[in-house]
């Protein structure tokens, strides 16, 4: 069993930064990928980023790359998101995933554990 715990959410005025953090314990994490979704009211759970255990393959999907960063300190059990020029449609629930495999995956089904989300809310 893998535990995820996110944390760092909150509310930004658009154009602002926040980042988020999700604590793993359990088995080793360092064989996990590790993937952010994120799901507003009324829509799909949708994927954000992932990273390979190694940080040398990292993936995002097309509404957030060049302003999300994704990272990750095995040593500390912890992966990260840094959100960087926020969007009123980037508001929802953000939640990282632990997926046991060695590429990054863009589908909620290939992941096995979830923590229990983080809101974040920007406003206009």
């Known amino acids: 069993q893998v535990q995820l715990v996110e944390s760092g959410g909150g509310l930004v005025q658009a154009g602002g930064s926040l980042s988020l953090s999700c604590a793993a314990s359990g088995r080793t994490f360092s064989n996990y990928v590790m993937g952010w979704f994120r799901q507003a009211p009324g829509k799909e759970r949708e994927f954000v980023g992932a990273i390979t255990w190694s940080g040398s393959s990292i993936d995002y999907a097309d509404s957030v790359k060049g302003r999300f960063i994704i990272s990750r300190d095995n040593a500390k059990n912890t992966v990260y998101l840094q959100m960087n020029r926020l969007k009123p449609e980037d508001t929802a629930v953000y939640y990282c995933?632990?997926?046991?495999?060695?590429?990054?995956?863009?589908?909620?089904?290939?992941?096995?554990?979830w923590g229990q989300g983080t809101q974040v809310t920007v406003s206009s």
């Open positions: 995933a632990a997926d046991r495999a060695l590429v990054p995956s863009r589908r909620r089904t290939a992941y096995n554990y």
